[in-house]
């Protein structure tokens, strides 16, 4: 069964570095979101990606993070320069349509020292 | 101001003592109700999307239904393999999905 992957499982940065989270979506999906999930708290949607370009974003996206799909099979989420706010499983999600269902990857725990 | 509020926050049963959670929200422009699983320190597993009120969907152990005001996920006869967080969400017609607090659900032997 086709999934969504998240490289890498763990990353630990220091304050103000910037890192790249990285995800293959499902082959025949044409969305692409990024959610991110601080420990204990709920999923937090920041920002959904179709045709090259963002359809929405929420508040917590702000300058300090961009995405890109550099081919046909990546989607990456960067963050500029990392706060210690930061700190959070981000995970990665894609649909064939936007009114389907979402399938979510399996998360990339970021620690910003 | 949209919301999703899922209760209880954590319910422990014994294995074999059915029971239902509940999802209640306020949401312009529903566009589907989402139940999700998620295990600790993974990614949500999609359970059941459901689009009107009245409608039902089933899996093993459990059944999704929906109203226009909320949404309950029944677990009958649940197993220690049913323990996980349920995550309840909407989605919104502009594309965003609004996630629930989830309920820790753990299952007894």
């Known amino acids: 069964e086709p999934e969504v992957t998240q490289t890498p499982s763990h990353q630990v940065t220091q304050m103000g570095q910037e890192v790249i989270l990285r995800c293959v979506p499902i082959?025949?999906?044409?969305?692409f979101y990024w959610y991110r999930q601080i420990l204990g708290q709920k999923v937090e949607f920041l920002v959904s990606?179709?045709?090259?370009?963002?359809?929405?974003k929420s508040e917590i996206f702000d300058d300090q993070f961009s995405v890109e799909r550099p081919d046909g099979s990546n989607f990456t989420l960067k963050i500029r320069s990392t706060k210690l706010e930061d700190s959070a499983m981000y995970f990665c999600?894609?649909?064939?349509?936007?009114?389907?269902?979402?399938?979510f990857g399996p998360g990339t725990r970021l620690l910003v020292l | 101001e949209d919301q999703v509020t899922q209760s209880p926050e954590a319910l422990r049963l014994q294995e074999g003592e059915s029971s239902s959670l509940n999802c209640s929200y306020t949401?312009?422009?529903?566009?589907?109700l989402f139940w999700y699983r998620q295990d600790p320190g993974k990614g949500p597993e999609f359970l059941f999307t459901?689009?009107?009120a009245g409608e039902e969907k089933e899996k093993e152990r459990l059944k999704a239904t929906l109203t226009k005001k909320e949404s309950f996920l029944h677990i009958t006869a649940p197993k220690p393999e049913d323990s996980a967080t349920y995550l309840c969400?909407?989605?919104?017609?502009?594309?965003?999905?609004?996630f629930g607090k989830g309920t820790r659900l753990h299952i007894l032997p």
């Open positions: 999600a894609s649909t064939r349509d936007s009114q389907e269902t979402q399938y």
């Open positions: 082959s025949n999906h044409l969305y």
């Open positions: 990606f179709y045709n090259n370009e963002i359809s929405e």
């Open positions: 949401v312009s422009g529903l566009r589907g």
């Open positions: 459901l689009y009107s």
């Open positions: 969400a909407v989605g919104r017609r502009d594309d965003k999905i609004i």
